[in-house]
């Protein structure tokens, strides 16, 4: 006669669904640290954030991305690394009634191609095709004066 495997035991579907329920009530359970702590110490936890990070917080769920979304001194503190290198850009979006937010994702890319190119990245680039996909975007005219005159410092 042989016995039952332990490992293959059968299981009824009274017991399935008691295991889901319990699984369920396990996870409904686990902390959500927004939701328990003041909306202050919440937003100071996500102000060390990165930009990256911090647009994928506000991707997290929906009470994240409300809090993140509505808070703007979230974005304004990025802003202000921004507004070292593109000073007039930001000051054009900020005057035409932008958010931080919209302020900080329209300027972002721009902001670190021009650092890139003023820091000197790019001085020994002899044609096209030795720039990197990813070192351009549109800037205006005054934008490639300055990164003439860095070049011509150097």
Request: proline letters at 1%.
């Amino acid at each position: 006669m042989q016995k039952p495997c332990k490992r293959n035991k059968q299981i009824s579907i009274g017991e399935k669904i008691t295991l889901l329920s319990t699984e369920q009530k396990r996870l409904q359970n686990r902390c959500d640290f927004a939701q328990f702590l003041p909306q202050e110490l919440t937003l100071k936890i996500f102000s060390e954030l990165d930009v990256r990070s911090l647009s994928n917080a506000a991707v997290t769920c929906k009470a994240w991305n409300d809090l993140i979304e509505s808070s703007d001194s979230l974005w304004y503190n990025h802003c202000l690394t921004v507004l070292a290198v593109c000073k007039r850009e930001l000051q054009y979006d900020r005057a035409n009634g932008h958010s931080w937010k919209v302020t900080l994702m329209r300027n972002y890319k721009k902001s670190n191609i021009k650092r890139a190119w003023l820091d000197g990245q790019y001085s020994y680039v002899r044609s096209s095709t030795e720039l990197r996909h990813n070192s351009m975007c549109e800037m205006d005219a005054d934008t490639w004066g300055e990164i003439l005159e860095a070049e011509l410092e150097r």
